[in-house]
T-cell receptor, first 114, second 111 residues
Framework: NAGVMQNPRHLVRRRGQEARLRCSPMKGHSHVYWYRQLPEEGLKFMVYLQKENIIDESGMPKERFSAEFPKEGPSILRIQQVVRGDSAAYFC????????????FGPGTRLTVT | DQQVKQNSPSLSVQEGRISILNCDYTNSMFDYFLWYKKYPAEGPTFLISISSIKDKNEDGRFTVFLNKSAKHLSLHIVPSQPGDSAVYFCAASRNDYKLSFGAGTTVTVRA
């Protein structure tokens, strides 16, 4: 499967726990974007990363959220001390070059906080 | 804060007829517009796009129209087919990576 892969597809966490969402970009892509979709809303940009660099995190909540894209392995979106308001679908997208709207999306991770 | 709006959450159309989806935006700095299609349990997939220097772009059964003065775009699907039943998202960009999405319109094509 050469597409963008995300895991897990579904994640249930209790309030206060940590959530780790993983994204493997398409083969040959080195630019990764994370979006969040709250219920009844459109996808909202969170962060743009290249290998080992955060390029733009202007859409990330200031606390509890972090993202990384290490030299080896998938990109990870980490949410510490989850709250019910974090329940959403989190989509990852990738592209072969930066500064582009031509992004390919993964199937998403649906996070439910109980 | 919502810079891209899709005011119709759902649309039902008979197979073979035209589906018209609408989208409005507020940020005049947007210069590239896209439509994505999303099936349940899948990510959005790119459908068609249009640059702000154009007012129409066509790709098979799909046509996107852009009215810059009204800050409005629409997607026409002719003829509609059962496989077109999905959620359609309008998105806009300032010719960079930061896409702004509408809330989506769920299209149901009736046989």
């Amino acid at each position: 499967n050469a597409g963008v892969m995300q895991n897990p597809r579904h994640l249930v966490r209790r309030r206060g726990q940590e959530a780790r969402l993983r994204c493997s970009p398409m083969k040959g892509h080195s630019h990764v974007y994370w979006y969040r979709q709250l219920p009844e809303e459109g996808l909202k940009f969170m962060v743009y990363l290249q290998k080992e660099n955060i390029i733009d995190e202007s859409g990330m909540p200031k606390e509890r959220f972090s993202a990384e894209f290490p030299k080896e392995g998938p990109s990870i979106l980490r949410i510490q001390q989850v709250v019910r308001g974090d329940s959403a679908a989190y989509f990852c997208a990738s592209s072969s070059s930066g500064v582009t709207y031509e992004q390919y999306f993964g199937p998403g991770t649906r996070l439910t906080v109980t | 804060d919502q810079q891209v709006k899709q005011n119709s959450p759902s649309l039902s159309v008979q197979e073979g007829r035209i589906s018209i989806l609408n989208c409005d935006y507020t940020n005049s700095m947007f210069d590239y517009f896209l439509w994505y299609k999303k099936y349940p349990a899948e990510g959005p997939t790119f459908l068609i796009s249009i640059s702000s220097i154009k007012d129409k772009n066509e790709d098979g059964r799909f046509t996107v129209f852009l009215n810059k003065s009204a800050k409005h775009l629409s997607l026409h699907i002719v003829p509609s087919q059962p496989g077109d039943s999905a959620v359609y998202f309008c998105a806009a960009s300032r010719n960079d990576y930061k896409l702004s999405f509408g809330a989506g319109t769920t299209v149901t094509v009736r046989a």
